[in-house]
Structure formats: structure tokens, C-alpha cells
């Protein structure tokens, strides 16, 4: 019967550990806008009116775009009265009312047109874009197997300038894989464009926004067992 050997190495069948490491520049495929929608009145059925008609116009014409806009969600909404003077006095001021909404666009050259042409909008503010990939990208899948590449390629590098060869692959994990804490979050790319609360009567020129190159990073732990080197 053949036995394995040990994982820890022994002199028969020493161990060698390395890092594989990869790092892509890739495009980018999604573009996040943050919109705000906003109205002020001095009674709250004129302020709610003026909210909930402004945020119809900003989903219609998001809607438009057809699948330009792959991702398209209402998030916070809020109505808030606004005191006159602050103490014991509860005489109301006006009413503010909020809207957020987050679009995602995978067509880019609708981007500049759409971005311009909500912000256009009466008291609607839009953020962003943010780029970026999405979860099953295969750029993702790439790293991790350029990084394995890697791995393997600096192990043989090792044993290689010992005169032996690699035999068995021991283990193969991803960098932290074994830690208890979650990795860190990966910050979204930098905003590229950005326009707040205007108003025109004519159609407004569309944004020129370079898409922002994303950077795709993997790493692995490797270990493996070669042959008795020639010392």
C-alpha cells in the first residue's frame, strides 16, 4: 500500500509554502447613480404632491432607457416638518420631502445623456457614477486563476533551485480563508461626474464620463511536496 506523505514535509518529502498573487487592470461593466429627489412646501399634501410627482418623472425616464438601466430601486423616503422656531412652539415652518433612488447602467453611452438629463430635473440632485464589476464577472475568475498560476510557477521556482521537482499539491487556499473575520470591503470606484439641482428649458448637453479602469486582485496559499532536493 502507498501512503501519502505527511502534509508538515519530512526530509524524504519536504514541504514548500508560497504565495500566488495576481492583479488585473480590467474595464469596467456597471455604472451606479445616486439620485435624490427633494420638495419643500409650506403644507405637507403641497410638499408630498411636488414629491411624489418629481420622483414619476425620474423613474419614467428611467425607465425609458430599456435595459440600459439594468438596476433601478427606491431606497429611503422621508417627509419631514420643519419647526418655525425650536422650544415649546410646534408652529410648522414647511414640510421637506426626500426621495432616494440608486440606478445602475450597463450601456455607457447612454450614461452621459441619462446622467444629464435627470439631473436636469426640477429639485433632483444625482452622485456618481460609481464603477464597477459585477460579482460573477469573469474578470474575478481570471485573478484567482492567474493567481494559482503563480503559486504553482514560484513553487517549481524553489525546488527548482534545489535540484528537485514538485511531487503533490498539499493544500490550496484563498488568502484569509481560514481567518474568522470577514475581509475588508473593497471601496467602490471614485466618482466621475456630478450635477445637483438644475433647471433648464432647454434639452441639456450630454456628460462626456471616461469609464474608470477596475483593478481585480487575488491571492492564494499554496503548499506543496517535492522530491528529496540534491544538496
Not at 143 to 156: D, E, I, K, T
Amino acid at each position: 500500500m502507498t501512503h501519502a506523505p505527511p502534509p508538515h514535509g519530512t526530509p524524504e518529502h519536504p514541504r514548500v509554502a508560497v504565495r500566488g498573487d495576481a492583479r488585473l487592470e480590467v474595464d469596467p461593466e456597471t455604472a451606479r447613480l445616486a439620485i435624490t429627489v427633494t420638495a419643500r412646501g409650506k403644507d405637507r399634501r403641497h410638499a408630498l404632491d411636488d414629491l411624489t410627482r418629481r420622483n414619476h418623472h425620474v423613474l419614467e425616464l428611467a425607465r425609458g432607457y430599456g435595459p440600459a438601466v439594468e438596476k433601478l430601486e427606491t431606497g429611503a423616503f422621508s417627509l419631514t416638518p420643519e419647526l418655525a422656531q425650536p422650544g415649546r412652539n410646534e408652529k410648522i415652518r414647511a414640510y421637506h420631502g426626500r426621495v432616494h433612488i440608486t440606478a445602475v447602467l450597463n450601456d455607457f453611452t447612454a450614461l452621459g445623456e441619462f446622467t444629464t438629463r435627470i439631473a436636469d430635473l426640477e429639485m433632483t440632485r444625482v452622485n456618481g457614477p460609481w464603477w464597477g464589476l459585477r460579482p460573477d464577472s469573469p474578470a474575478h475568475a481570471e485573478a484567482r486563476r492567474l493567481a494559482v498560476h503563480a503559486a504553482v510557477q514560484r513553487a517549481r521556482e524553489y525546488a527548482g533551485a534545489l535540484g528537485a521537482q514538485l511531487t503533490a499539491l498539499v493544500e490550496l487556499a484563498d488568502l484569509g480563508a481560514e481567518n474568522t473575520a470577514p475581509p475588508a470591503p473593497v471601496a467602490p470606484g471614485a466618482p466621475r461626474g456630478r450635477a445637483a439641482y438644475q433647471e433648464a428649458a432647454a434639452e441639456p448637453a450630454a456628460l462626456d464620463l471616461e469609464p474608470q479602469r477596475q483593478t481585480v486582485c487575488a491571492q492564494v496559499n499554496a503548499r506543496f511536496i517535492m522530491a528529496p532536493p540534491k544538496l
